[in-house]
């Protein structure tokens, strides 16, 4: 039982590159969300999932796109990275009562 | 607008003592509350969670209270370790799709 995994850990892009994050869960949840953390302001929620096939917009979506083609699988896209968007990605799955959110181990992106 | 308060932002104690950190919430119709640890350049461990009509939970040297009237919640770590020392992240819950964060307290406990 993995959990909440991140692909990659780790990620340099030059500005207008695109790119693919990937979070997979194995606890059947049917939440899903993404998230940046940035110093000082704590995480914000980019896109979330309330099962397979949906998507909706959180705090910060602009510039994101999302897919969650699989209920264990959710995809966080950036189409032309910009160096705003240098951050700390996670992704957390939740499950029924009592909402409790799990996290991945994080993807640390930089945009030059 | 709903905001989540940890203070303090940074606390530097030694080994051994009682400790409280502290989370405050402008919006009590709340559905739950998280208490996270997180170490630095890793992901958030859930420590512990209070629902809604609970007062607080307990694990192990952990003990979390909630107070939604007033709007805050504490997390009390007995007999503190260096093995405690992580950022402490309070989130508080509003529906399936709003669980806000507050900025941490950073806490470092010395030998």
């Known amino acids: 039982n993995a959990g909440v995994t991140q692909t990659p850990k780790f990620r340099v892009l030059k500005t207008g590159q695109s790119m693919t994050l990937l979070c997979a869960q194995d606890?059947?949840?049917?939440?899903m969300y993404w998230y940046r953390q940035d110093p000082g302001m704590g995480l914000r929620l980019i896109h979330y999932?309330?099962?397979?096939?949906?998507?909706a917009k959180g705090e910060v979506p602009d510039g994101y796109n999302v897919s969650r083609l699989k209920k264990q699988n959710f995809l966080l896209g950036l189409e032309s990275a910009a160096p705003s968007q240098t951050s700390v990605y996670f992704c957390a799955s939740m499950g029924d009562s009592p909402y409790e959110q799990y996290f991945g181990p994080g993807t640390r992106l930089t945009v030059t | 607008k709903q905001e989540v308060t940890q203070i303090p932002a940074a606390l530097s104690v030694p080994e051994g003592e009682n400790l409280v950190l502290n989370c405050s919430f402008t919006?009590?119709?709340?559905?739950?509350l998280q208490w996270f640890r997180q170490d630095p350049g890793k992901g958030l461990t859930s420590l512990l969670l209070?629902?809604?009509?609970?007062r607080e939970q307990t694990s192990g040297r952990l003990n979390a209270s909630l107070d939604k009237s007033s709007g805050r919640s504490t997390l009390y770590i007995a007999a503190s370790q260096p093995g405690d020392s992580a950022t402490y992240l309070c989130?508080?819950?509003?529906?399936?799709?709003?669980?806000?964060f507050g900025t941490g307290t950073r806490l470092q406990v010395f030998p």
């Open positions: 989130a508080v819950g509003y529906n399936t799709d709003k669980l806000i």
């Open positions: 999932s309330v099962g397979e096939g949906t998507t």
């Open positions: 606890m059947n949840h049917e939440y």
């Open positions: 919006d009590s119709a709340i559905y739950n």
């Open positions: 209070i629902q809604s009509s609970q």
